[in-house]
C-alpha cells in the first residue's frame, strides 16, 4: 500500500530556513501529483504546493509562493518543500499528500510533521 512518511518538521526561528521531506513507496508514482498541505490549530487545512511527478511542474498558494519551494527526486522518491524566511503564521502541521494525475481529490496522506516558527 502507499505509505507517505514526512520528516524534517521542528522549531524555527522566523527568517531563519527549514526543509521537509517526504517519503513515498508503496508504488510507482509517475502520472501523479504530490503536495503539501497545512492545517494550523483551529483551522481549516489549507493547499501550499503541488509537484507533478511525472513532468516536475508546480504550482504554489499564493500566501507561500516566492517563499516556498517544491522539488522531487525521482532516484529516492521524495518530495521536498524548502521553505525560506518564514513567518509565524506559517507554524502548522505540515502534511505530504498524493494523487493520481487523473483524481480529483488527494488520495493518500502522511501522518504530518509539526512546524513552528518563532518570532
Known amino acids: 500500500q502507499v505509505q507517505l512518511i514526512e520528516s524534517g518538521g521542528g522549531l524555527v526561528q522566523a527568517g531563519d530556513s527549514l526543509r521537509l521531506s517526504c517519503v513515498a513507496s508503496g508504488r510507482t508514482f509517475t502520472n501523479y501529483f504530490m503536495a503539501w498541505f497545512r492545517q494550523a490549530p483551529g483551522k481549516e487545512r489549507q493547499f501550499v504546493a503541488d509537484?507533478?511527478?511525472?513532468?516536475?511542474?508546480?504550482y504554489y498558494a499564493d500566501s507561500v509562493k516566492g517563499r516556498f519551494t517544491i522539488s522531487r527526486d525521482n532516484a529516492k522518491n521524495t518530495v521536498l518543500l524548502r521553505m525560506y524566511s518564514p513567518k509565524p503564521e506559517d507554524s502548522a502541521v505540515y502534511y505530504c499528500?498524493?494523487?493520481?494525475?487523473?483524481?480529483?481529490?488527494?488520495?493518500?496522506w502522511g501522518q504530518g510533521t509539526q512546524v513552528t516558527v518563532s518570532s
Open positions: 509537484i507533478s511527478w511525472s513532468d516536475g511542474a508546480t
Open positions: 499528500a498524493a494523487k493520481a494525475a487523473t483524481m480529483g481529490s488527494y488520495q493518500y
